[in-house]
């Protein structure tokens, strides 16, 4: 998607370690212009796919997750990172492993939340080893709901988290895919 | 607004402890729909304010705060409830203690997301005792930014964050403002 990977160029900046930083625009302060834009095109994308629910995780999921849905007319579910005491409810559980943190969080879902009969898009912001996506799809399997699209803003093609995903058969589609990283220059795919 | 009240009585549920659970369509599962005409009146009710920037809290806030600053056509600046081990710039933070998880949260936003020249409109999901709302206003002000306006989703006015913002001058709009839980009802002002 030519209009975002501009905005990478433009204002993204890369540090040491193969970070990218977006905070500008995609995960701290955001473009909520330039975040209906990417809604509206994972709905193009997956237009065909059948989709009854998004599911995405906290918190850099939910402004993408959300437009996604808006423009799928579909409701959005969020995993969490930590159980709120309000709830009293089943839940369904996954460890998901931060690189870039060095942490694991534990992201749940309220069980009632999703179904057998869904069909789900998984939605998030980056894709780079593909933790976070492969917790998401477990709490979608655990509920016996099948995955039928994953969707990322921006993914960093030579983490493992693509060939994972597409080895594995699921239909991801990143509105940005790096290549690498040049002498702090982003290659697109 | 009647609409928000409806899906409040047909929807929430009303917990021991003044909890009222929301999350089958505003903190967890999320209506985008419904998201988006919350968004339009955040608009409408903040239309004169100067709005130049929309800040709210991760990661309840996060819908919310999206959809108005989409309204508005202004960015919008989530604090984050830990800073992020790829923030190497200066940030301001405040603390927020949560009577509901009895924990403080350390938030923070990277301070060049906000600016002594902006009018600020602080979003949240819910105020109750307002110690989330105080500490998204400490931040602002820390930047010299005018808070113009704070607008929630929901306020339970009976718990002390309602009385502290307009005693303090604050221009507070809240979407459904719930006067008290009687015999498990929510009962609206």
Redesign the interface.
């Known amino acids: 998607m030519e209009l975002l990977e501009e905005r990478i160029k433009k204002d993204g900046v890369v540090?040491p370690g193969n970070?990218l930083?977006v905070?500008?625009?995609l995960n701290?302060?955001?473009?909520?212009?330039l975040?209906?834009t990417l809604g509206q095109e994972f709905a193009r994308l997956f237009k065909d796919a059948g989709v009854t629910r998004v599911l995405t995780a906290?918190?850099s999921g939910?402004?993408p997750g959300?437009?996604a849905?808006?423009c799928l007319?579909?409701?959005?579910?969020?995993a969490?990172k930590k159980k709120?005491?309000?709830?009293?409810d089943a839940v369904y559980t996954a460890e998901v492993f931060s690189y870039?943190?060095?942490v694991t969080n534990t992201i749940s879902?309220?069980a009632?939340?999703l179904d057998a009969n869904d069909r789900i898009l998984v939605i998030d912001d980056f894709l780079a080893n593909g933790e976070a996506a492969k917790g998401l799809i477990s709490l979608a399997e655990q509920a016996g709901a099948e995955v039928v699209g994953v969707g990322v803003v921006v993914e960093k093609a030579f983490q493992g988290g693509h060939d994972w995903l597409v080895n594995h058969g699921y239909h991801l589609e990143a509105l940005a895919s790096i290549k690498e990283f040049a002498d702090g220059q982003v290659i697109f795919n």
């Open positions: 540090l970070v930083k905070n500008s625009f701290h302060q955001i473009d909520p212009q975040m209906m906290e918190a939910i402004a959300i437009m849905a808006y007319g579909v409701p959005m579910v969020f969490r709120p005491s309000t709830v009293t870039t943190k060095q879902v309220e009632k939340f």
